[in-house]
């Protein structure tokens, strides 16, 4: 079956950079039906998407974080990962990977995050 | 960026009941787009129903969404008290590519 694990640093420091891997199994992430996506949990903000990526290396980035973040494929490994650059206490969340499935019906694509990631804590402090 | 707005925050009902969620949008989302999960204590977010209206894989016939527009609904009948969890409404848009959660409403079963 489809399975997300997230995997990196539980503890980073202020203004340096968060990274996150995502280890899918099940699936091919090389394959054109699903986007990848990191979503992230705090207290304060709730669920906020953060950004994904398609199986041709493609990228959407929340607008809030477009120009801190960059989220990338690594094919062979069946992985994407997550870089977040200049880091603040309020990147402190847990951090979630993600699939998006798609589906036609009555001629319109829905899409909705079937499987996610445990999910990985990261908390920014010094 | 399009905000959904969920009522109401908490639910307090009893097991049999039927539980009413509401999520409103800022601006008119697509009903092809707009999702509703489940997510308990320490666990990932479970999706419940896409589209609007269609069910997940494995969800039963208990969870049904309907809108459209702005105002979309999740019910859950006869709760059980496994239901008992924060539901979110989800919604994604174009042209931005543009995806927002509501704030959350929590359904206790009594």
Redesign the interface.
């Known amino acids: 079956q489809v399975q997300l694990q997230e995997s990196g640093p539980g503890l980073v420091k202020p203004s340096q950079t968060l990274s996150l891997t995502c280890s899918v199994s099940g699936v091919s992430i090389s394959s054109p039906d699903y986007y990848w996506s990191w979503i992230r949990q705090s207290p304060g903000k709730g669920l906020e998407w953060i950004g994904y990526v398609f199986y041709s290396g493609s990228t959407a980035y929340n607008p809030s974080l477009k120009s801190r973040l960059s989220i990338s494929l690594a094919t062979a490994r069946n992985q994407f990962s997550l870089r977040l650059t200049s880091v603040t206490a309020a990147d402190t969340a847990v951090y979630y990977c993600a699939r998006e499935a798609t589906e036609i019906r009555n001629f319109a694509q829905e899409s909705y995050f079937d499987h996610w990631g445990q999910g990985k804590m990261v908390t920014v402090s010094s | 960026e399009i905000v959904l707005t969920q009522s109401p925050d908490t639910l307090s009902l009893s097991a049999g009941e039927r539980a009413t969620l509401s999520c409103r949008a800022s601006q008119s989302v697509?009903s092809?787009?707009l999702?509703w999960?489940q997510q308990k204590p320490g666990?990932?977010?479970?999706?419940l129903v896409?589209?609007a209206s269609?069910r997940?894989?494995g969800i039963p016939d208990r969870f049904s969404g309907s809108g459209s527009g702005t105002d979309f609904t999740l019910t859950i009948s006869r709760l059980e008290p496994e239901d008992s969890a924060v539901y979110?409404c989800?919604q994604?848009s174009s042209s931005?590519?543009?995806?927002?959660?509501?704030?959350?409403t929590r359904l206790e079963i009594k």
């Open positions: 697509s092809s787009n999702a999960y666990q990932p977010p479970r999706a896409y589209g269609s997940a894989t979110y989800q994604y931005p590519t543009e995806y927002t959660f509501g704030q959350g």
